[in-house]
C-alpha cells in the first residue's frame, strides 16, 4: 500500500492575544486540510509567521526569524513559507518582504486569513510566489472552529479593528475599522465552549467599551459581558482591552454583580501627562482617568487594575514622565506592560518634532519597571499566610510544579500528585517572589 505521508505545519507568532488567537484560527484551516502540528522547524510543510508590527523591534525580530529559513528552504525547496498577520497589512512592506525574503512562498494579511488554506493549495498546484492582500477589511469572517491552544482558557473575537487612532498606534492602519461580531455567534462560541469544559473565557477587542458602536448590533458591551457570564457553568469570565475613555458606570455595574467576571482590569493608561495624554490623542486627562479608577473601586474594592505604559513619547519632559509615576504609584497597579516609544511611519506621532534621546528613554523606562515592579512585589507580600483561588493552567517541568493564575492575574506555583490542568485550586499561599507565588493545595474542584 502507498502510505502517504502526513503535512505538517509550524507556526511561529508575535504580537498580542488577538494574534495569538488568529493563529489558533490558522492552526484550525490547516488541520481541515489535513496538516498536523509540529515543534520542530526541520519537519515541517508548512512554516507560518504570524507577524507584528506594534513597535520596531517586534519587526526586526520576526525579519531576523523568517531570515534564518533560507537555508532550510534551500535544502528542501517543497517547504512553504507563509508570512502573515500585522505586519504585511503595512504600506509597502509587502514588497520589502518579497525582496528581503525572495524565498518566502505566501505573503497574506490579518484581513484575508480565512484564504490561508486556498493560498496554500494554489501555491501547491501552480509553484507559483503568491502575494494576496487585502486593503480594507469587509465586514466580519465567522470562522470554523479554530484548533486552540490554551486550555482552560479560549479566547474569543468580539470585535475587530479599531477607530481610535492614538497617534502613535499603527493597528488602526493594520487592522481597520471597528467591526463588531453579531452576538448570537459571540453567545453561541461561549455556550460550546463552556460545554466543551473550557474555565475561563476572554472577551478580545482592541476596544471592548465601543462594542456595537459601528452599528452592527444594539447589544452593547455591558449587556454582551453580562450575557455571557450568565451562561451556566463553573467558568470564569475576562475581556480586553478597555480604553479608558469609553469605560462606564455601566460596566462596572455589571461587573460587580457577576462573580464569574474576573475583579480585573487592564486600563491601559499609557502616561500620567496631560500634555503627552492630549499628544497622544488619548482623549482623557490623568485626573479623568484616576476619576474612572476610583469609581471601580468605590463599586468593587478589590479590583486590580493593570495597565500599558509608553515612555519616551516625543516632547515627554522630566515633567511629563515625572507625572506618570506618580500616577501609577496612586493607582497602584497589580502590573504593568512598559514600553519604549517607538515611531511607526505613516503615524502621526512619527512625524513629530523633539524625539526623546534613546539614553533618556532607557533610563526613564528603567525607573518605571523599578516603581512597577515594587508595587508588584508589595502586592505579592500581602498575598502571603492567605487563601488564593488559582485556575491551574499548566505544569513547569523545570520547577515541578503546578501554575495557574488568580482572578487578579496573579501566578500561583503549587505541588500535585495527580494532574491538576484546568480546575480551579485553592492555594494556602505560603511564599511570594516578585510576581509569583508559592502554595499548597487546599481544595479543588
Ligand atoms: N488596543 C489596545 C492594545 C494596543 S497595542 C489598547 O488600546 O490598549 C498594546 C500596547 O502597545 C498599547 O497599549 C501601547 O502601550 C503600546 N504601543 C502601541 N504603539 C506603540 C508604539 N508606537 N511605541 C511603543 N508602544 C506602543
Ligand atoms: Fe492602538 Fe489606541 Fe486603538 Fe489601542 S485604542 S489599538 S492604542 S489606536
Ligand atoms: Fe497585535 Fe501587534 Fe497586530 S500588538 S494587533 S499583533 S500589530
Redesign the pocket.
Known sequence: MNEEKIKKYHIVT???Q??LHESEKMAGILARKGYVATQDKSEADVILFNT???REN?ENHAFGNIGELKKLKRARPELIIAVG??MTQEKGKAEIIRQRFPFVDIVFG?LNLEELGDLIEERIHRKKKIVSLREEAQGVTEYDPPLRNSYPNAWVNIMYGCNNFCSYC??PY??GRERSRQPEHILEECRALVKEGYREITLLG?NVNSYGSDGATEVRFPELLERVANIEGDFRVRFMTSHPKDFTKELVEVIGRNRKICHLVHLPVQSGSDGILQAMNRRYTAEQYLAKVAMLKEKIPDAELTSDIIVGFPGETEEDFEATVSLVKKVGFASAFTFVYSPRTGTKAAAMPDRVPEAVQKSRIMRLIEVVNALTREKSAKYVGKEAEILCEDFDPKRNLYFGRDEYGRMGYFPAKENMIGKFVTLKIDGANGVSLFGTMVKAR
Open positions: 508575535y504580537g498580542c488577538m494574534n507584528c508590527c506594534i517586534a498577520g500585522c490579518n499603527i493597528v493594520v487592522r482592541q
